[in-house]
């Protein structure tokens, strides 16, 4: 493993080769009205960690360039795909019109939910994630194909946005075994 010190991480900039190199995996992770600038940041991170396919940033979801997204991506904002759309039911919709075969799972509380480990996360899929308070949208919810839910078992009955989507994610990438 590599070991990095803090201002190294913060100063990472890959090589226009190296990028050609890396194998993309096909995950979307989809923003609806994500609000927190540094939660955006470590969405990007995450997306880089995972190699997904791209970001799309939805609703009132801030985007680069944006000095805290910037900070928060440790500038994977400059090398992970990313686009804007006016709202997750549009970026799923067109995501889903280029690909019939992709998966939309949905991070979220509901009634309709299953155990976040219980979930087929066949690839290509797309990962869903909502506002800090309110959630992903209802009419998102709508046209998601699965809503996956971590349990919870203190106190506090949520996760950040962040921890959620880093759960989920490294559980589709198990669970397709193309790391």
Known sequence: ?????????R??????????????????????????TYNIGSIFRLADAVSAEKVILCGATETPPHTRIKKASINTTEWVAWS????????LQELKTQNPKLKVIAIEQDEKSVPYDKADYSFPVALVVGHETTGVSKEALEICDQIVEIPM????KSLNVVV????????????????
Do not use: C, F, R
């Not at 493993?1 to 991480?9: C, D, F, H, Q, Y």
């Not at 100063?11 to 989809?30: E, Q, S």
């Open 1 to 9: 493993m590599i070991k990095l010190a803090a201002k190294e991480l």
């Open 11 to 36: 100063t990472t900039k890959p090589d226009l080769k190296d990028l050609k190199g890396i194998k993309k995996n096909p995950i979307y992770i989809v923003l609806d009205n994500v609000m927190d």
């Open 84 to 91: 804007y759309a006016p709202t997750a039911v549009e970026a």
């Open 153 to 156: 078992w203190g106190v506090n």
């Open 164 to 179: 959620s989507l880093g759960i989920v994610l490294y559980k589709a990438m198990e669970k397709n075994k193309s790391h």
